[in-house]
């Protein structure tokens, strides 16, 4: 199968200036008429053929200024039309039949629950009409829709609605304008029998905007957080990038069957359910943020990818990490922002830095792919907004907005490359961002090594700084990176930040302050700081402030000394992660050598002092008490020992609930809460914090532990707390515990799509190991489809993350994912190729794991496969 190389850009041979289309729906041959405005681009030769991309479509009719074509005028094959003689600006007619209803690939148009919807992003408009499918083709579309009156009362597209009747045979039509050129991506329709929830939003101009969510009926009393978080966000980013909506209406349509979370089409958003969708009694306080995510995320793309969008997909991060990072610091400003970078940081210090380290390790703008579907990954979302976050760090915010500012004002209405984001941060500033372009270009994380010394004597602290990125596939040798370090010195007598003055080159010196940003651009470089009047604990990297793993040899007593005094509330969560790593460190390695374990009383003696002193933030003392995930502490180790992290996990967390179990029964019922259900920072800290804490007690399991778990299971009102214990009936030992109480919710919630994918998770991410079997049981429930990408992710997904089951030695876990791999090559290659991510992570495990893993591979890469799946697979066997 053919790769596309960046190198090999060209502007495309003609460009289409406006686009009319009128759908006819129909489940099994929807007809589409295309009238595109075409004419030759400027920078092209003269008398290059036409060639338009199209994938499954049978075509019907072709015309050019109203002439139809004879039949070898023009050719049509299984990706394309191609005309070989065409003017230099002229009318293309084409019709072509699609059928929607077999489109369980969910590209294109597909139905969903008997509703039309669509999902163009990336290359999915190719299914619906012959076009040139590319983001740097940017046109006005007019479009008309035309459906059954009384089976698809609503009919939507981007834009405002200009014209509206009736037709015969009891159909009726909706003709749509979008004004603002855009490419084929962005383009959207929405028809079925939806109702809608409508407010207003007034934008600092003073126009008003009608706001809309649509739903299927049933759905309309979960609507509330996704308008208010709409709302949140139009504001915000007017206050804090200066931004402000386009069109008259902005709309959200629900939809069941869903790839990702959502899509930004211009003015009609497209959502998975379960990323719109929330209400107190179904939908968790994680699920509740998460949406406030998500719609701003959405929104926020009307500029960062609508308004300024992506010369072409090798520059996706160009949209994707700069809106990842307005989401990311909208969510920080609207709840707790020490909370909000702690969850992302440990996220992405799992999964991205796994990735980073895997097969499929792609830098930020790759330069090459077979399939663009497959680089939706966490490099280009999460790694891109960490790149744009180093950008911040290293401009400071005054300069960040007004490069922002000039990037917007200078590229509306383009499609445009990530130099050109970074060219409008160099201009603003002044700074030389030549090299800090190597972020993009480089895949990898970078490892840092840290030393300080201090010098009594002169009152100097040296601190040596070494970096080196590792080999990735294709990238064997990297250059050093322009790395942002935030850092403080916090002085061991004082516990203060002391005030840091940085010697430069010339002999001199600069007063930074006492948090301050240093600029590492060697392979290795020194930082002298001046007149620090007491010996420092170097507290480095404050906030993450790059996307790298940085390495300092503290000593257990340095980490418990910054846990409670540094004032980097991010830095005090990972000294605790940090101190807790060696403990665990440790009896991993005793597990593995079969000798007893023994827990750190310095641990437990450091979780005494958080519980002693729970402060006020609820939700940063829940994450401080929480310890580092298995897939975290994978990630830290050479090898995989899947048991062993397994054990030596549950010992600590069944050592800390035994010797503070007082403490954590105090937290418990501190922390309940009669209030009415909101979610609010408060009340989600709360709730969080006295979770942790029953989850520790529940590690125990005595009595009290199981009547407050039962208790909270019956009597709660919130998802929030039904679901963690449940969880926790579910996942202790005791089926007595476990059966009735998943037995009682999903009878309860047999209805509810959304709540039964929670149901199906907590099941197969249980450790017991009679977890494969009850995967493929639940696999023929009636509420599972494998059509469905949400039970796929609920099911199948939730299942490859239980580290200890998924990893059976039996082979088992590897045998039900390919099995489920193979099939959905078929049915959904973008989800298969998703799916299979665990897979192809088998270097990182024992030999006898690695042979099981990769005979799965193999067996794929035996079948019949879609570019998709083929990319991964052979990526992963390279
Ligand atoms: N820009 C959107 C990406 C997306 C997508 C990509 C591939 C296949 C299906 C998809 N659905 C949405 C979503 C976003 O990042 O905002
Ligand atoms: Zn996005």
Redesign the pocket.
């Known amino acids: 199968m053919q790769a596309t190389y960046l190198k090999d850009y060209l502007p495309p041979a003609y460009r289409v200036t406006h686009t009319e289309l009128t759908f006819d729906l129909d489940p099994t041959a929807t007809r589409v008429k295309a009238r595109l405005h075409l004419e030759r681009h400027p920078e092209r030769e003269a008398g290059l053929p036409l060639v338009l991309d199209g994938e499954g479509l049978t075509l019907k009719q072709v015309a050019i200024d109203g002439q139809p074509l004879e039949a070898d005028e023009f050719e049509a094959d299984a990706h394309s039309l191609t005309i070989a003689r065409v003017p230099e600006r002229f009318r293309l007619d084409t019709e072509v039949e699609i059928a929607p209803d077999t489109n369980t690939a969910l ?1 294109g148009l597909y139905r969903s629950n008997g509703m039309y919807c669509t ?1 163009c ?2 290359e ?1 408009f190719r299914r619906i009409t012959f076009y040139p499918d590319r983001p740097d083709v940017m046109a006005t579309f007019s479009t008309t829709v035309i459906g059954d009156r009384e089976s698809l009362p609503v009919l939507l597209s981007n834009g405002n609605p200009v014209e509206q009747g009736e037709l015969p045979d009891q159909r009726h039509f909706v003709t749509w304008e979008d004004p603002h050129p855009k490419p084929s991506y962005l383009f959207a329709l929405v028809a079925g029998s939806l109702e809608k929830v409508e407010d207003h939003f007034t934008t600092q101009s003073g126009r008003e905007v009608l706001l809309q969510i649509w739903v299927e009926p049933e759905n309309l009393d979960k609507t509330d957080h996704a308008m208010a978080s709409l709302k949140r966000a139009m504001r915000w980013d007017e206050e804090t990038y200066g931004r402000e909506y386009d069109l008259d209406r902005f709309m959200i349509v629900a939809v069941n069957d ?7 089409n211009k003015g009609l958003n497209i959502f998975n359910s379960a990323a719109v969708l929330t209400h107190p009694q179904t939908a968790t306080d994680a699920a509740f943020q998460r949406v406030e995510g998500i719609v701003a ?2 929104y926020f ?1 009307n500029w960062s ?1 609508n308004r300024v969008t992506c010369r072409d997909w090798f520059q996706l991060s160009l ?2 990490g700069f ?1 990842v990072f307005r989401d990311q610091t909208f969510s920080a400003d609207v709840n707790s922002a020490p909370v909000k970078r702690i969850e992302d940081v440990s996220f992405f210090r799992t999964a991205q830095f796994a990735e980073d380290a895997g097969p499929t390790a792609h830098p930020v703008r790759p330069d090459h792919y077979i399939e663009i ?1 497959n680089f ?1 990954t966490l490099t280009i ?1 999460e790694k891109g907004a960490e790149v744009v976050r180093m950008l911040r760090h290293l401009l400071g915010w005054e300069d960040f907005r007004r490069g922002s500012d000039l990037y917007f004002a200078r590229f509306d209405g383009q499609a445009v490359r990530i130099e050109d984001f970074v060219a409008c941060m160099a201009e603003v500033s002044g700074l030389d961002l030549d090299q800090f372009m190597r972020w993009y270009a480089q895949a990898g994380t970078p490892e840092i090594d840290a030393h300080g010394e201090y010098d009594y004597a002169t009152g100097e602290y040296h601190l040596r700084l070494s970096q080196r990125t590792p080999a990735t596939p294709g990238q064997s040798e990297k250059l050093p990176l322009h790395v942002p370090i935030r850092l403080g010195l916090v002085g061991t007598k004082s516990g203060h930040d002391l005030t840091l003055k940085l010697a430069d080159a010339a002999g001199g010196s600069e007063t930074l302050g006492k948090d301050a940003v240093i600029h590492l651009r060697e392979a290795e470089q020194t930082f002298v700081f001046q007149d620090v009047e007491e010996a420092p604990v170097p507290s480095l990297l404050r906030g993450f402030s790059a996307p790298v793993k940085l390495r300092y040899p503290y000593s257990r007593e340095e980490l418990a000394f910054l846990l409670t005094h540094d004032s980097d509330g991010f830095n005090r969560w990972d000294a605790g992660q940090r101190l807790t790593m060696l403990a665990l460190d440790d009896l991993i390695a005793a597990h593995r050598n079969g000798v007893e374990k023994v827990m750190d009383v310095r641990l437990v003696e450091a979780y005494r002092s958080l519980l002693d002193e729970p402060g006020d933030d609820q939700a940063v003392l829940a994450e401080m008490l929480t310890l580092p995930s298995e897939a975290y502490i994978a990630e830290q180790q050479p090898v995989v020992d899947v048991d062993a992290i397994h054990a030596a996990r549950e010992f600590v967390r069944q050592s800390l609930a035994w010797q503070l179990r007082d403490a954590f029964l105090a937290v418990y019922r501190d922390n309940q809460n009669d209030e009415p259900y909101a979610p609010t920072p408060e009340q989600i800290g709360r709730r969080k914090l006295k979770n942790v804490a029953l989850a520790y007690l529940m590690s125990i399991a005595d009595d009290e532990a199981i009547g407050l778990t039962q208790a909270q299971f019956k009597n709660s009102g919130n998802m929030t707390d039904v679901r963690a214990a449940l969880t926790l009936l579910a996942h202790s030992d005791r089926s007595d515990l476990a059966e009735p109480a998943l037995k009682a919710f999903g009878e309860q919630w047999a209805h509810d799509p959304l709540v039964m994918d929670q149901w199906f998770t907590i099941q197969v991410t249980r450790p017991q190991p009679d977890v494969i079997e009850r995967v493929r049981f639940l696999m023929e429930h009636p509420a599972f489809s494998l059509k469905n990408p949400n039970k796929v992710r609920a099911l199948i997904g939730a299942f490859a993350q239980n580290r200890v089951n998924f990893h059976r030695l039996d082979g088992q876990g590897y045998k039900l994912l390919a099995d489920v791999v193979i099939e959905l090559n078929r049915l959904n290659p ?1 989800i298969a190729a998703r799916i299979i991510t665990p897979l192809t992570r088998w270097q990182r495990f024992d030999e006898e794991r690695q042979v099981l893993m990769k005979a799965e591979l193999e067996r794929i890469r035996g079948e019949k496969l879609s570019p998709n799946v083929y990319e991964m697979v052979e990526r992963a066997l390279a």
């Open positions: 590209e999902q992003e990336p999915g869903f790839n990702m979370g959502a899509m930004e995320h959405e793309h990818g949209k994707e809106t579907s939706y979302y973008e």
